[in-house]
C-alpha cells in the first residue's frame, strides 16, 4: 500500500478499538483491526484521534489579514465592520488578495483542513478582482485542499448599480464557484435580493448560502422567508444561513419552532462564534448578550448545522489562527456545554455535518473515499474539543501535507 496509518482511533468507531486504515491510489483501500499489507509510508499513531479532514464552511479568505490597513473603531459601540472593510476593498488588487488569502489557507491546512468554502466579495467596490485570485488559490493548492467558492454580495444588490450584473458574471465565468449568496440585512429590500440569490442558485444548479439576520433583537427576521422559498422551490438540503444571530435573543421556547421548521425544511445553519461575539452586544457595557445559536439544541431538533471561523484578523474579527477545533471549543464554552455526546456533535460540526451542507458525497472514512485525513493529538472527539487538541498530522489524498512536533517535557535527569 502507499500509506498505512495504524493503531488510530479512527473517528465514530471507538466500539471497535484501535484500527488499521489503508491507502491506494489516493483513496482509502481498507479498514482493519490490522493490515497485513506494507505501507511505502507507515505511521503508528499510538491510539489517536483519526478524522476525516476537517470541513471549513463559512469564511472569507478574500478579506483576511486587513486589520492594519483599515481606519479604527470610531467608537466601541460603532464598530462599522462594513464601511471599513469597504473603503479597503477599493485598493485591493489580484496579487494583493492572493498573497493575503495564501498565508489564511495555509494557517487553515496547517489546522487539519481539508475541505473549504470561502465567500467571495463581487460587490462593485471590489469587482472580480478578488474572485480571480481565489481562483487561482484553488488550483495552486489543490494538493493541499478542496477549495470551493460562494459568489456573494456583501454590500446589498437592491439599489447598488452594478451589483446584480458582477454576481451573475462571476457565477457565469467562474470555476470553483459551487453556491451563492449575499447579505440581505444590508440590502434595503431584503427579500428581493434572497428571491433573486435563490432563482440564480436555481438557474445555475448551485447551493445558497447567505448571511442572515444578523442583529441584537428578533425584529423583522428573514428566516421565515428562506425557510418558504425553501420548501417552494424544493431545495431542501441545499440552502444554509450563517449568523442568524436574533434567533439567539429570543427564549428557548420561541428557538424550538422555528428550528423544527428549518430541520423540517433542509435549511442548515452555521455559527461563527468569533465574529459574532466580537460584533455583538455593542449596545451593551455589562451583562453583554453573547448572541450565538445554541447549535447542539438545534442539532437535537434536526436541524443540520456547522461551527465555522468567519473572519481572520479583519475588522470583523481582528485575530484567529484558522483552527476549527478551536472554534468548536469557544462554541462549546460560551455555550456552557460540557457532556461528551454534545462536545462530539460540536466535533461533528467542524467535520461531517459541516460537509453535509457543503454536500460533499465522498466525504468519510470509508473504503473507496479520498484519503483526507486529520490526525489530533486527543483519544476521542470529545476529548479533542475539551482540550483543542492540536493537529498532528494532515493527508490530502494519501499524500502527507501537514506534520506537528507533539509536545514533550524535557525533565531533569
Known amino acids: 500500500m502507499d500509506l498505512v496509518l495504524r493503531n488510530a482511533a479512527v473517528m465514530g468507531t471507538r466500539a471497535q478499538g484501535p484500527l488499521d486504515v489503508g491507502v491506494i491510489d489516493g483513496r482509502i483501500a481498507e479498514i ?16 489517536r484521534l483519526l478524522t476525516p479532514g ?30 471599513r472593510v469597504q473603503e479597503a476593498k477599493r485598493h485591493f488588487t489580484v496579487e494583493d488578495v492572493y498573497a493575503r488569502a495564501l498565508a489564511t489557507l495555509e494557517a487553515a491546512i496547517l489546522q487539519g483542513t481539508t475541505r473549504m468554502r470561502t465567500h467571495v ?23 493541499a485542499i478542496d477549495l470551493e467558492a460562494c459568489a456573494f454580495l456583501q454590500e446589498g ?32 429590500d431584503h427579500m428581493k435580493q434572497i428571491a433573486r440569490v435563490f432563482e440564480l442558485a436555481r438557474t ?26 425553501t ?7 441545499r440552502v444554509n444561513v450563517g449568523h442568524v444571530t436574533k434567533l439567539s435573543t429570543l427564549p428557548p421556547e420561541r428557538q424550538a419552532p422555528i428550528a423544527r421548521r428549518l430541520g423540517d425544511a433542509g435549511v442548515a445553519v452555521t455559527v461563527l462564534p468569533a465574529t459574532d461575539l466580537f460584533l455583538m452586544g455593542r449596545d451593551q457595557t455589562y451583562d453583554v ?14 436541524v443540520t448545522c456547522s461551527i465555522a471561523n468567519n473572519n481572520i484578523l479583519n475588522p470583523f474579527t481582528p485575530f484567529g489562527d484558522c483552527s476549527l477545533v478551536r472554534m468548536a471549543n ?25 460537509a453535509r451542507i457543503l454536500n460533499l458525497r465522498d466525504y468519510g472514512i470509508a473504503v473507496g473515499n479520498p484519503a483526507d485525513f486529520a490526525v489530533l493529538d486527543a483519544k476521542t472527539e470529545s476529548e479533542a474539543v475539551a482540550v483543542v487538541a492540536p493537529v498532528l498530522y494532515a493527508f490530502k489524498r494519501g499524500r502527507r501535507t501537514v506534520t506537528r512536533q507533539a509536545p514533550a517535557l524535557h525533565r531533569p535527569d
Open 32 to 47: 482493519a483491526s490490522k493490515i497485513a499489507a506494507a505501507g511505502r509510508e507507515e505511521l503508528d499513531l499510538g491510539g
Open 54 to 83: 476537517l470541513v471549513e464552511s463559512h469564511i472569507h479568505l478574500d478579506k483576511s489579514r486587513i486589520i492594519q490597513r483599515c481606519a479604527p473603531e470610531a467608537a466601541r459601540n460603532a464598530a462599522n465592520a462594513v464601511k
Open 121 to 143: 466579495e463581487v460587490d462593485p467596490s471590489g469587482g472580480l478582482i478578488g474572485l480571480e485570485a481565489i481562483q487561482a488559490l484553488a488550483r495552486d493548492y489543490r494538493w
Open 157 to 188: 444588490m437592491t439599489g447598488v448599480p452594478g451589483a446584480e450584473a458582477l454576481l451573475i458574471q462571476s457565477i457565469e465565468r467562474a470555476d470553483h464557484i459551487t453556491s451563492v449568496g449575499g447579505a440581505p440585512g444590508y440590502d434595503r
Open 204 to 229: 445555475h444548479d448551485l447551493d445558497v448560502d447567505l448571511h442572515l439576520d444578523f442583529g441584537n433583537a428578533p425584529d423583522d427576521m428573514d428566516i421565515h422567508g428562506v425557510i418558504e422559498l
Open 231 to 237: 420548501e417552494h422551490h424544493r431545495y431542501g438540503g
Open 289 to 302: 448578550r453573547r448572541g450565538i445559536v445554541d447549535v447542539n439544541a438545534f442539532d437535537r431538533l434536526g
Open 330 to 354: 469557544l462554541h462549546a464554552n460560551t455555550l456552557q456545554v460540557s457532556s461528551p455526546d454534545d462536545l462530539r456533535a460540536c466535533f461533528e460540526m467542524v467535520s461531517s455535518d459541516a
